[in-house]
C-alpha cells in the first residue's frame, strides 16, 4: 500500500513542485500566467479528492486508484507533448495530474481504514503516508535533476509514467495477496 501510494503521489508531487518553472520554460508563459496554472493544479487537486472519494465508494478504493494511475498517464502524456504555445494542452495535463493526485490524497485515508479498521487509524495512516513523504522527497527532485541535465522535462514525465505503471502492476499485487490473505473480503 505504502509503495502504491508512492507512485500515485509522485507525479503530483513532481509537478506540484515544478508547475510554474514547466509553464515557463516548456510553454514560454510570463511568470503572472504561470501562476494561475499553479492555482488550476490545486483547484484540480482538490476537485479529485472529493470526486474520488465519492467514485470510491461506490466502485472499491482500489479500482478508484487504479483507475487514478491509469487516468494520471493520460495527463502525463499530455504534458510529454507540450511545447511552445500548447497552453491548452498543458492546462489540459495539469488539470489531469492535479485530479489524480487529489484522488489519492481522498482515498487513501478510507483505504487505510478499510485495510486496517478505525482502531489506530491516525497511526495506520501515518505509516502509510511514509508513500506520501517519498513521492514528495523523490518526484521533485527527479524533475528538479532531469531539467538541470537536459534543459526540458519530458524525460520526467516519461519517469512519472513509469511510476504509474508500476502502480497499477501493484494494485493487481494487492488484489492477489487481498484474495489470498482474507479470502478477498475486501
Known amino acids: 500500500m505504502i509503495l502504491t501510494l508512492t507512485c500515485g503521489a509522485f507525479s503530483g508531487m513532481m509537478i506540484i513542485s515544478q508547475a510554474s518553472g514547466v509553464a515557463i520554460n516548456m510553454i514560454g508563459m510570463v511568470p503572472a500566467s504561470a501562476a494561475i496554472a499553479v492555482s488550476v493544479l490545486a483547484l484540480f487537486n482538490a476537485l479529485g479528492r472529493i ?10 478504493r482500489i479500482n478508484t486508484l487504479a483507475g487514478a494511475l491509469v487516468l494520471s498517464m493520460i495527463g502525463l502524456i499530455a504534458l510529454y507533448m507540450c511545447h511552445k504555445g500548447t497552453v491548452a494542452l498543458f492546462y489540459a495535463g495539469i488539470a489531469v495530474v492535479g485530479i489524480c493526485f487529489g484522488s489519492f490524497m481522498g482515498v487513501f485515508p478510507g483505504f487505510t481504514v478499510d485495510r486496517f479498521g478505525p482502531k489506530n487509524n491516525s497511526v495506520n495512516y501515518g505509516i502509510m503516508f511514509i508513500g506520501f513523504a517519498l513521492a514528495g522527497y523523490f518526484g521533485p527532485s527527479v524533475m528538479r535533476s532531469i531539467f538541470a541535465t537536459d534543459g526540458a522535462y519530458q524525460r520526467a514525465f516519461l519517469i512519472a509514467l513509469l511510476f504509474d505503471v508500476v502502480g497499477i502492476l501493484l494494485t493487481f499485487v494487492y488484489r492477489v495477496v487481498l484474495k489470498k490473505t482474507e479470502g478477498g473480503n475486501h
Open 51 to 60: 470526486v474520488a472519494g465519492f467514485i470510491s465508494d461506490r466502485i472499491g
